[in-house]
């Protein structure tokens, strides 16, 4: 059996290299099948050199480094049909968890919210940036991958944009902003310029355009301007003071009727508690809007307006949201007599409202007017009980 000495292993490696294999890995293989042939095939006393060059000719039909071409080859059409594939049943299972968490919401199903952020989710941060990897390799021209890289983008921001806006988070408009600036002011005028060029793709850039500038318009008509977005502030804030107008004369009528009633039943001190809380909700969800806890008269002066925006609950409120939901729950098993007194009205006979679901999902606009009439229907309650 021959005997390869370190020396020949040099020799070897530098010829593999010197043929134009540069990945070392691929280098490190082709010594070990090399040396093992030689070491097997070759007798202890034969020429070395000789049969190693008729043994590395076995490894190519031309050259040398056309074996780490079909190499590379191998790997990225591997790694293409992973994408590919993962692209495929990412964005399959979008469009399912979309069209699923529509059907959801306009039933009010449970689970629509999840659903909606899954499918919007998946298809901007998995299915959109593996169609640009894959699609950008078909690309030769450099300005055609820039093209592309602002379509896909835009798509994620208007996909991120909306799925923002659905869940009353911020800096959705931000992200609404960001996509018309890259779909009109950049992708568009790139696509134009470059494809109205050629005489072949000229139908097709012009149709391609124009929907484009349909998509913009389509969203920008769905905003408000900041004259809008004003006059829509003050008259949600003027609409609660004059609701917290109206639950303080309510609370004024109560106290002037309890002050003969000395009764204090166990729904009274519910009630007591139930306003109590509605009132530190509401307290918290003003400074979450405005910066101040009350606000003032000259609110208009001061610009302290109630937007229509959302973006959930601290730690605190949301220990807050389910104490008062319990609160309601024991309110109503004290109160079975009378219809008069269900705090959740029933929807067609059938369950309850989830008055979760509606702090979950309404602005915070919509939660004050619910804290409100909560307020409203338990006081109204608590004056019927004692004038009785």
């Not at 007798?43 to 043994?55: I, Q, R, V």
């Amino acid at each position: 059996m021959y005997r390869i000495s370190d020396q020949q292993i040099d020799y070897i490696l530098n010829d593999i290299g010197a043929r134009g294999v540069e990945m070392e890995s691929l280098q490190q293989n082709l010594l070990d099948h090399v040396c093992c042939i030689i070491e097997n095939n070759l007798e202890e006393n034969g020429d070395f050199e000789s049969f190693y060059k008729k043994t590395i000719q076995t490894f190519y039909k031309d050259e040398l480094w056309e074996i780490e071409e079909e190499t590379l080859l191998l790997l990225t059409y591997k790694n293409y049909y992973t994408m590919k594939k993962v692209m495929i049943t990412s964005g399959s299972f979008s469009a399912a968890a979309m069209i699923f968490g529509i059907l959801f919401k306009f039933m009010h199903w449970p689970g629509a919210s999840a659903l909606i952020v899954l499918g919007i989710s998946t298809s901007s941060l998995i299915f959109l940036p593996l169609l640009f990897l894959l699609k950008v390799r078909d690309k030769q021209q450099v300005i055609d991958k820039i093209i592309l890289a602002f379509g896909i983008l835009s798509g994620i921001l208007l996909s991120l944009s909306i799925l923002f806006k659905i869940m009353h988070w911020p800096y959705s408009m931000i992200l609404g902003y960001s996509a018309v600036i890259s779909l009109g002011l950049i992708l568009l005028p790139l696509f134009f310029i470059t494809g109205i060029k050629k005489p072949d793709e000229k139908i097709n850039t012009v149709t391609m355009s124009i929907v484009m500038i349909m998509i913009c318009g389509l969203w920008l008509s769905l905003i408000r301007s900041p004259q809008g977005t004003k006059a829509l502030g003050i008259k949600n804030t003027t609409v609660f003071l004059i609701n917290e107008q109206i639950v303080a004369n309510e609370r004024k009528l109560n106290d002037e009727l309890s002050k003969n009633d000395t009764l204090v039943n166990e729904s009274t001190e519910i009630t007591n508690r139930i306003i109590e809380l509605c009132d530190q909700l509401k307290s918290s969800l003003v400074f979450m809007e405005t910066g101040v806890s009350m606000i003032p008269e000259d609110f208009e002066d001061k610009e302290l307006y109630i937007s229509d925006s959302g973006g959930g609950f601290d730690e605190k409120q949301q220990s807050n949201i389910d104490t008062l939901i319990a609160l309601i729950k024991e309110y109503n098993s004290k109160t079975e007599g009378s219809p008069l007194n269900k705090i959740l009205p029933n929807v067609k006979n059938k369950a309850n409202i989830d008055l979760a679901y509606r702090f979950d999902n309404d602005t915070h606009v919509e939660v004050l007017k619910h804290l409100t009439q909560i307020q409203l229907i338990v006081l109204q309650n608590e004056r019927l009980r004692v004038s009785k």
